[in-house]
């Protein structure tokens, strides 16, 4: 296997992890931005009050784009399997 192959694999691989974890760290990010707002507007400085809306906004849009990130992830992997006899025979 060539080095131009590993990092080819490599650079796809993260590509991959980035969009798959793209739409949930931008809604932990948003919504905590949106709390981390409200609190200091209000001066309540409840530790649930930020932890629980981003686990039900990340839930929602796991919900909501877990069919997409299945299906990315199996695209991905018949890619690779793929390409099992090309690395192989060099």
């Keep these: 296997m060539s080095p ?3 990092l080819d694999i490599a650079l796809a691989a993260v ?12 809604t932990a990010l948003v ?7 409200i609190q200091s507007i209000t001066q309540i400085q409840e530790v649930t009050l930020s932890f ?3 686990a039900v906004a990340v839930a929602v849009v796991l919900l909501i784009c877990g ?18 006899p090309q690395l192989l025979n060099g």
């Design 67 to 84: 069919q997409w990130m299945i299906a990315e992830t199996v695209t991905f992997t018949e890619e690779m399997f793929d390409r099992i």
């Design 31 to 37: 919504v905590g931005f949106a709390i981390s707002l």
């Design 15 to 26: 590509t991959l992890a980035a969009k798959l974890a793209a739409p949930l760290l931008i």
């Design 52 to 54: 629980v809306p981003k």
């Design 4 to 6: 131009e192959a590993v």
